[in-house]
Each structure stands twice: as C-alpha cells, then as structure tokens.
C-alpha cells in the first residue's frame, strides 16, 4: 500500500448525520475515491452509498478488509471513535477522525503510539482552519497585521444542540457537550493563532440538567444531562497571550463563531470556525469602524484535512491536521475538566506546532494525483 501511486481510495465508516456533507465533498474531490461506506447499521451505509454514488457498503470489517482503501474516516459517535480508530490503524490503513479524537487522554496517546509504530497517517476534525476564513485570518496574523497577540475571546452560546438529531442523547453524555462537541473548532482556531496551550482554569455549570426529545419516535422522552453544559475558560498559551472563552448550551441567545484575537495594533475577527468561509475583519488601534477582508483560498468544506492527509501521504510531507495538534485539544479539553474538578489552574502538558498554510492555488477539486 506504501507504494501506491494516484488517486487514494477512502472509506466512510459512520453514515449518520454529518456524513452528508463528507460524502458530498470527498467524491467531488478527483484525488480521493471513495470506495465504500460502512456503519454498525449497513442499511443506512447502503442508504448513503447509493445517495452518493459510491460502489460497496458493509460492515467496518468489509472496508479494513479492503486493500484499495488507503485512509479510513471515522463518522462515528465519540464514544465509538477510539475504537473505530484503533482497528483501522491495526489494519494498516491512515485515519481521519472527527472530533473528539477520543474521549480520554490516555486513548490519544495509544491513537498516536498506534500510528507510529504503523508508520500510518492518523488527524483529526476540525480541518475548518484550512478553509478560506482562518487562513486568511491566520495569514494575517503571521504577517504582523494586529502586532504582538496579547489575548483572544471566543464565544459559542446557544440554547442547545438541534432538537431534530437523532441521536439527542449523544450529545448530552460523556464525549460530548459544548466542551468536547464545540471546544475543538475554537481551541484549534487559537492553537493556529496563537501556538500552544500552556495552562487553563475553568468553571461550568449544567442549568437544565433534563432535556425532552422534541422530534421522532422518541418525543416527549426525557434525558439526563451527564455533562456541564456552560463551561467558561480561561487559558493561557506558552507563547504569552491569554484567551477568554464560552461554551455554552444553556443560552437564549445565540451567539457563536466569535473568535476575536487582540495585538498590540488591531484586534482580528477571525470568523467561525465551525465553517471554513467565515467572515474576516479587522479593527485597527485608533480607526473608526471594523474593515472586512476579503478571503483567500478557494472555497471548501469538510473533509479537506482527509485530502490533506491524501496528498501529504503521495508527497511524503507531514499533514497538517496532525496528530499532535488532535493530541493537544484533547489535552486541553481534558485539563479544562480536570480544572473543573480542582478549582484552579491545570497545566497542559503536551504541545503542537502550527500547521503550515496552505500554499496559493492549492484547490481541493483540481485533479494532482
Ligand atoms: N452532526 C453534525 O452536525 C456534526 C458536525 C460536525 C462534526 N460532527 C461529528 O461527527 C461525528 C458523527 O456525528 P453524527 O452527527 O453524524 O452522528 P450520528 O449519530 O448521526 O451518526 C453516527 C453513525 O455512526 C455509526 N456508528 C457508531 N458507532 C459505530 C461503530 N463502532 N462502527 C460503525 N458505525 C458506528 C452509527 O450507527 C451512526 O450511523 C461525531 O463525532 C460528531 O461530533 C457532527
């Protein structure tokens, strides 16, 4: 497989609800084929297949069984994502996983020690700081447009996730919440700003500890929040600029993709990073009113750190969504719960590099391998 050469052959392993948007951009990307869909349920992996216009689907044992699929991506629910992972690597293929990249810390040490001892590719969602709106943002940043960073405040309020998902439940319970469902689009968006985590404090709260079911079979079932649903943290990052964040699912009003990052000259909005087309502004020290900037890069969507990991693993060059970048979020995510535990500062030990950018041109849906 090493020794492969063209298009990279992908599986889908999970066709719940965000597969939609993955199967709808991996098959328009001519440098990936993807060869089959797979999911504990198959007759939604046959579903989805058909919709989608991909050749096979079966059970995650058909996918890993097959020798053309090269990098597997795992749509699993967080909960499943270890495991779905793990097999993958132990078959020999590369893996992008959505987020979480696992629930505990130590299953993303075993994830990465899996991957290099297997000498496979392993990274992890978001792949949102590769779209047009944070490289923009993060260009910007790099080139001295707002100065010396000094702090960033990000907010993600909402009343709660969509009372239309099937699988409501999920969302409520460990893996999940606003810290490990929304946490990592925000906390990769500040580690490519901003570098590395050095250490978090936090406080939370759960104000609805019951939710009902609104839609489906199930409506009018009641559920059990297991997990804080408003969480603010503070973090401070190694190279001196501290962040203030909010994630909450306990909010009448709805307020996300509010990533500011503050310099000595300018403060940046660095758009949403849940989307990869968010809008940029900037608001310089001693002007009037915010200016917008317009986007650089083509537009794109989910699924583009999978390509990355296809085109990284052709040119034999690191991809960006690392695993020590996937390894360091979860890091932070479980040290902001650890804080929560303890009251007080927790440090993040582990750290990252940011990625490179993406070079101009680069265009998911030109045909290069
Ligand atoms: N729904 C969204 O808007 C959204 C957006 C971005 C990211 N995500 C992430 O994508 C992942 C999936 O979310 P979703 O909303 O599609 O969930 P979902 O519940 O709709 O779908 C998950 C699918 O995975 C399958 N599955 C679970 N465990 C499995 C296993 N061990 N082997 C094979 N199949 C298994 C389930 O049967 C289901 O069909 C989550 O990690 C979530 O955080 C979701």
């Given at each position: 497989?090493?020794?492969?050469q063209g298009r990279v052959g992908v599986a889908v392993v999970g066709a719940g609800v965000i597969s939609n948007q993955y199967l709808g951009n991996l098959t328009r990307y001519p440098d990936l084929d993807v060869r089959i869909v797979a999911d504990v349920f198959q007759d939604r992996a046959a579903?989805?297949?058909a919709a989608f216009g991909v050749p096979r689907s079966g059970s995650?044992?058909?996918a890993l069984a097959d020798d053309d699929v090269e990098i597997v991506v795992n749509l699993t629910n967080p909960l499943s994502h270890f495991q779905v992972s793990m097999m993958a690597l132990a078959a020999g293929k590369h893996v992008w996983t959505e987020k979480p990249f696992a629930v505990e810390l130590d299953e993303g040490a075993k994830l990465r020690q899996a991957a290099s001892e297997a000498g496979t590719r392993i990274g992890c969602a978001p792949d949102t700081f590769l779209g047009p709106g944070l490289q923009t943002a993060l260009g910007l940043i790099a080139a001295g447009e707002i100065g010396t960073p000094v702090s960033a405040l990000t907010l993600?309020?909402?009343p709660g996730p969509a009372a239309d998902h099937r699988n409501l439940e999920l969302l409520l319970t460990r893996g999940a919440g606003p810290l490990f469902d929304m946490a990592p689009y925000y906390l990769t968006a500040l580690v490519q700003a901003l570098g590395p985590l050095a250490s978090v404090v936090a406080t939370a709260r759960t104000a609805r500890p019951r939710r009902v079911i609104q839609v489906g079979p199930r409506a009018g079932q009641e559920l059990t929040v297991t997990v804080p649903t408003n969480v603010?943290?503070?973090a401070q990052f190694e190279s001196g600029p501290m962040s203030t964040s909010v994630l909450s699912w306990d909010s009448p009003l709805k307020r996300q993709g509010w990533v500011e990052i503050t310099g000595t000259r300018a403060t940046i909005a660095a758009g949403d990073p849940n989307r990869f087309d968010g809008e940029v502004r900037?608001?310089?020290h001693g002007a009037g009113d915010w200016v917008g900037?317009?986007?650089r890069g083509q537009r794109s969507g989910r699924g583009i750190g999978t390509l990355d990991i296809a085109r990284a693993i052709r040119a034999g060059r690191p991809h960006r969504a690392s695993p020590e970048l996937a390894y360091h979020v979860l890091d932070a995510m479980v040290s902001i719960t650890q804080s929560l535990r303890r009251q007080g500062f927790v440090?993040?030990?582990s750290s990252c590099d940011r990625a490179e950018p993406l070079p101009a041109g680069w265009n998911p849906y030109e045909r290069t391998l």
């Open positions: 497989m090493t020794d492969a579903e989805q297949a995650v044992e058909e993600f309020e909402t603010s943290v503070l900037l608001k310089r900037v317009p986007l440090s993040v030990e």
